[in-house]
């Protein structure tokens, strides 16, 4: 490679994760170096190869019991091989952006929220083919069947003016219950979830507060008996603006 283009570019364009301009530079490089073309041809066919052997088993949702079993502080071992089988199956990204803390030690109180919805978010939002069970398309459906699940009226916030559109969402098991995960994506196809829960018994907090998971930036809340968290990969800045927008939103609509 030259200074131009590095090989972590080829990378980064084939997983879909570079800005609109570089990804510009990248294609016009691509365009006229044949052998590296053929390269990100192959790697995108590897990955396709992938998501059709592995995507049934990353759609279904955790049994509970396995859930409960990563909350454990005395058992981390079975969360973290179960990390490095997600990481194996789906190219070695998931597994950057799961796990425990960097202590080794489970969260306690409301940090559980984070901790979830950004495992969560790390293992649907490289889905090429099935990111979400019910699209945009059928937004109405979606939002009546969520809440019906989870047992609160919800509305999936509108992020149009900040550039995210609503792609979908889908239904997922948590230690309280049924849990909602919204799905946005931007125009360069970066994707931020939303995801919503019945808070854990005894948790009065209802403070705004920001963790990262491994690379996964999670603003969070609680309002009444629900926690809201928001996550993505995206920079903390523009995550705090969409976490502003949902609170705003979220909070209006519940009053």
Same mark, same amino acid.
Request: hydrophobic share 45%.
């Given at each position: 490679?030259?200074? %131009?283009?590095?090989?972590?570019?080829?990378?980064?364009?084939?997983?879909?994760?570079?800005?609109?301009?570089?990804?510009?530079?990248?294609?016009?490089?691509?365009?006229?170096?044949?052998? %590296?073309?053929?390269?990100?041809?192959?790697?995108?066919?590897?990955?396709?190869?992938?998501?059709?052997?592995?995507?049934?088993?990353?759609?279904?949702?955790?049994?509970?019991?396995?859930?409960?079993?990563?909350?454990?502080?005395?058992?981390?071992?079975?969360?973290?091989?179960?990390?490095?089988?997600?990481?194996?199956?789906?190219? #070695?990204?998931?597994?950057?952006?799961?796990?425990?803390?960097?202590?080794?030690?489970?969260?306690? #109180?409301?940090?559980?929220?984070?901790?979830?919805?950004?495992?969560?978010?790390?293992? $649907?939002?490289?889905?090429?083919?099935?990111?979400?069970?019910? %699209?945009?398309?059928?937004?109405?459906?979606?939002?009546?069947?969520?809440?019906?699940?989870?047992?609160? /009226?919800?509305?999936?916030?509108?992020?149009?003016?900040?550039?995210?559109?609503?792609?979908?969402?889908?239904?997922?098991?948590?230690?309280?219950?049924?849990?909602? /995960? $919204?799905?946005?994506? %931007?125009?360069?196809?970066?994707?931020?979830?939303?995801?919503?829960?019945?808070?854990?018994? #005894?948790?009065?907090?209802?403070? $705004?507060?920001?963790?990262?998971?491994? #690379?996964?930036?999670?603003?969070?809340?609680?309002?009444?008996?629900?926690?809201?968290?928001?996550?993505? /990969?995206?920079?903390? /800045?523009?995550?705090?603006?969409?976490?502003?927008?949902?609170?705003?939103?979220?909070?209006?609509?519940?009053?």
């Amino acid at each position: 490679m030259t200074a %131009d283009v590095h090989e972590h570019d080829l990378h980064a364009h084939v997983d879909g994760t570079l800005p609109e301009p570089r990804r510009i530079e990248v294609e016009a490089w691509l365009a006229a170096h044949p052998a %590296d073309a053929a390269r990100v041809q192959e790697w995108a066919a590897q990955n396709q190869s992938l998501h059709a052997a592995f995507d049934g088993i990353l759609n279904e949702p955790l049994p509970l019991n396995l859930v409960r079993a990563t909350r454990r502080p005395a058992m981390p071992v079975p969360f973290k091989a179960m990390a490095a089988m997600l990481a194996m199956l789906v190219t #070695g990204l998931v597994g950057y952006a799961i796990g425990l803390n960097t202590t080794g030690q489970a969260p306690t #109180g409301p940090a559980y929220l984070a901790r979830d919805a950004a495992i969560a978010h790390a293992v $649907f939002t490289p889905e090429a083919r099935h990111p979400v069970e019910v %699209d945009a398309t059928h937004a109405d459906h979606l939002v009546a069947w969520l809440s019906k699940r989870v047992g609160t /009226q919800l509305r999936a916030p509108d992020f149009s003016a900040l550039g995210f559109e609503l792609l979908g969402g889908r239904l997922l098991s948590g230690e309280t219950g049924p849990v909602a /995960q $919204f799905m946005y994506q %931007d125009r360069i196809e970066r994707r931020v979830t939303l995801y919503v829960r019945r808070a854990v018994r #005894g948790n009065q907090e209802t403070v $705004f507060r920001h963790a990262t998971e491994n #690379g996964v930036e999670v603003f969070y809340w609680i309002d009444g008996d629900f926690g809201y968290a928001l996550s993505g /990969q995206i920079g903390r /800045q523009a995550m705090q603006q969409l976490a502003d927008a949902a609170y705003a939103q979220l909070v209006t609509a519940s009053k």
